[in-house]
C-alpha cells in the first residue's frame, strides 16, 4: 500500500484520511498547505482510508512519519512498535497510547448546549449513535451543561452501521415516531451534520416546521451535506 521512499531530501510522510468527510478533507487541506509552505514533504496521500489497515501495512515500508485514522488497537500496537513518528487524526479512541489530534467532544456538547439555551427552548434531546465513544462524549457535555440549568435532555441512538437499505429505514421510522412524540418547541442536537439530515428529513415527514417548533443542531461543519435538501 505505501511506497518505498526513494527521495532522501525530503521527508516522506504517509498521510491516511477519509477524503468523504468535511473533517477528513479539512485535515487534508490543512497537511497539504503546511507541506508546501513551511514543512516540504513527500507526501504519499490515502483519501479513502477508514482507520482499519491490513497486518502488512507496514510492511518493507521505510517512511519517516504517519498522519492517520486509527480505528484498530492493533493497527496502534504495529504503529508504535514500527519506530515511526505518528500522529492519530480521528480522535475516537482516546486509548490508542499515541499522539493525537482530534475535537474536544465534550466541549462541543457543552457549546452546542450553551447555544441552544441561549434560544429560551425548555425541551432538549440529543441524537446520536450506539456504542461510538465519540458521540457518547458529545452527548455527555450536552446533557451536562443542560442539566446545569434544571433541564431533561431525551435521547435516541441509532445503529452506527447499518448493513442493508431496509436497516438504514426501519432505523429512520423509528427515529421518525420519537421525534413525533418530542414535545414541541424542542431543539436537538444532533451528534454529527450525517444525523441532523436525517432528523430534518423525518421532520419534513412529519410537516414539522424548523426552527419554531423544532431546531436541529449538527457538528462538523460539512457544508455540502448541510446544504442538501432534507429529503434528498
Known amino acids: 500500500m505505501l511506497a518505498k521512499n526513494d527521495n532522501a531530501s525530503l521527508p516522506h510522510v504517509a498521510v491516511c484520511v477519509d477524503k468523504a468527510r468535511a473533517y477528513g478533507r479539512k485535515v487534508l487541506q490543512g497537511i497539504a498547505d ?13 483519501p479513502e482510508a477508514t482507520g482499519f489497515y491490513s497486518a502488512d501495512w507496514l510492511k518493507n515500508w521505510r517512511g519517516d512519519g ?3 485514522y486509527v480505528e484498530s488497537r492493533a493497527t496502534a500496537r504495529h504503529l508504535r512498535a514500527s519506530g515511526i513518528p505518528t500522529v492519530e487524526l480521528f480522535g475516537h479512541d482516546l486509548d490508542l497510547k499515541l499522539p493525537q489530534v482530534g475535537n474536544d467532544d465534550e466541549a462541543i456538547g457543552r457549546l452546542a448546549a450553551e447555544h441552544l ?17 465519540w458521540s457518547e462524549r458529545r452527548r455527555a457535555g450536552f ?3 443542560i442539566g446545569r440549568k434544571g433541564f431533561e435532555v431525551r435521547h435516541f441512538l441509532s445503529a452506527r452501521r447499518e448493513a442493508t437499505l431496509a436497516e438504514v429505514q426501519r432505523d429512520r421510522e423509528r427515529l421518525q415516531d420519537w421525534l413525533a412524540a418530542l414535545p414541541k418547541p424542542v431543539a436537538i442536537m ?15 415527514r412529519l410537516k414539522v416546521v424548523v426552527p419554531e417548533e423544532a431546531a436541529v443542531l449538527g457538528v462538523d461543519n460539512d457544508e455540502e451535506l448541510s446544504s442538501q435538501p432534507a429529503d434528498a
Open 34 to 46: 503546511y507541506a508546501e509552505t513551511v514543512g516540504r514533504w513527500s507526501l504519499y496521500v490515502d
Open 66 to 68: 504517519i498522519l492517520a
Open 117 to 133: 439555551l441561549s434560544c429560551r427552548f425548555r425541551h432538549f434531546a440529543f441524537c446520536g449513535y450506539q456504542k461510538e465513544r
Open 143 to 145: 446533557e451536562w451543561a
Open 190 to 204: 444532533a451528534c454529527s451534520d450525517r444525523h441532523g439530515h436525517r432528523i430534518l428529513d423525518a421532520f419534513r
